[in-house]
């Protein structure tokens, strides 16, 4: 690593031990290309909006999803890496839930693809667990005094998923209309859904 | 260990980043180089397991934790698990990189390589465990009030705290022992709820706080 007096650019030093480890056949950027390509265009928030568009048009399918949300969200063709057993909340007009992993950035790959910057944020890691409120409207989210928030810290291999709210006036739309509304900010329980 | 990795509830940090809708997966092209070498480097290369990967980035320092992000803290574990399994000699990822910039330098020899003599029992971290769950539903348990000299993931903001048991979890793989290869001994992990004023005293925001905790973090509470 580098040292403080010297601190050499993260992209010179990535580029740096790709070259060491391809030049000794240890990688293949081939195999670097598909990682992250599938991660940019493939595996991200757009799963996990059709698993909640499929839950708030699909009463059955919202029963099996609360009660194993690994298994529902696989009917979808959803799995992978950082999804092994994905457990889903469902946020109510008085329980708002919200997650975090304040050890790392523990996050369910498969339905949200790769965390956004703000949630591998030192600040939020360390205050959402402390002042969940505050940084709620921070992120601008205000939520009534009696809305129990509910913080869930991923520590383990557990990977929670927020089940938002459907919004009022949403209700002629059709589950293919209802996903572009849903966001990842939702999916993790810093914003709500908005009818359009 | 109570390294700079564990952060919920320090203080210091500033305001929260307000989320932006359309943030690119990698801000810049070294990011997404360094995440899939990341990737490659954890089992494949360093012989090592994603429990050694996340101790590694415990072990960093600030500088190195924070200074280059998110992905920054990725390559610097990933390298130093690479040291570590001695597949590079320390200093040979800057060396190259003064190198790379036309710079005379000597970059070391490529060490004997020394990957841990250890493998998983089997894909992921969920594992059987034969014996019942010491808790159910309902039960208070207190975290322990321990520092443990190697790899954890019983925070700080939690030891010493009581709590009740809201889920019991499928069994996983204990990383305070993989991450050390020194074996899976899987165990019942437990949703365990807090209330905000047990955790951060009688004037803390009410609200509700659910973490997993492995069985050996925990005793009951009466």
Request: hydrophobic share 40%.
């Amino acid at each position: 690593m580098s040292t403080s007096a010297e601190r050499l650019p993260p992209s010179l030093r990535t580029e740096a031990l790709e070259q060491l480890l391809t030049e000794r056949g240890l990688v293949d950027p081939a195999v670097m290309d598909g990682f992250i390509a599938n991660y940019e265009e493939n595996v991200g928030p757009l799963n996990g909006a059709k698993v909640v568009a499929r839950a708030w048009t699909d009463p059955e399918y919202k029963k099996r999803l609360l009660a194993d949300g690994t298994a529902a969200i696989k009917e979808l063709g959803f799995g992978g890496p950082q999804g092994e057993h994905i457990v889903v909340v469902e946020n109510r007009p008085t329980r708002h839930n919200v997650t975090v992993c304040t050890l790392c950035s523990c996050y369910p790959w498969p339905v949200l693809g790769l965390p956004p910057s703000w949630y591998k944020d030192p600040a939020y890691r360390a205050r959402v667990v402390r002042e969940p409120r505050v940084v709620l409207s921070e992120m601008g989210l205000d939520l009534a005094d009696d809305v129990e928030i509910v913080v869930h810290d991923s520590s383990a291999e557990v990977r929670w998923l927020v089940l938002p709210e459907r919004p009022a006036g949403t209700e002629q739309l059709s589950e293919e209309e209802l996903v572009p509304l849903i966001t990842r900010d939702a999916l993790v329980g810093v914003a709500k859904v908005v009818a359009p | 260990m109570d390294g700079i990795a564990d952060m919920g509830g320090t203080d210091g940090w500033g305001a929260v980043m307000v989320p932006a809708r359309d943030e690119p997966v990698f801000a810049e092209p070294w990011e997404g180089r360094a995440f899939a070498l990341a990737l490659l480097t954890i089992g494949r290369v360093s012989g090592r397991n994603l429990d050694a990967f996340r101790h590694a980035l415990q072990r960093l320092d600030r500088t190195a934790y924070l200074d280059d992000g998110y992905y920054g803290r990725w390559l610097n574990a990933a390298e130093l698990m690479l040291v570590d399994s001695a597949i590079l000699a320390p200093g040979a990822v800057d060396a190259r990189a003064h190198a790379m910039r036309g710079e005379q330098v000597e970059e070391p020899a490529v060490p004997e390589p020394s990957k841990p003599d250890y493998s998983a029992t089997g894909p992921g971290s969920l594992r059987e465990v034969p014996e019942p769950p010491r808790f159910a539903h309902g039960d208070r348990v207190r975290a322990h009030d321990i520092s443990p000299a190697g790899h954890t993931r019983l925070p700080r903001y939690v030891r010493g705290h009581v709590g009740t048991v809201e889920l019991v979890q499928p069994g996983h793989l204990l990383p305070d022992t993989h991450a050390h290869f020194q074996g899976e001994n899987p165990q019942h992990v437990f949703t365990v709820r807090f209330d905000s004023r047990e955790l951060w005293g009688a004037e803390a925001e009410p609200f509700v706080l659910t973490i997993e905790l492995f069985d050996s973090y925990l005793e009951p509470a009466s």
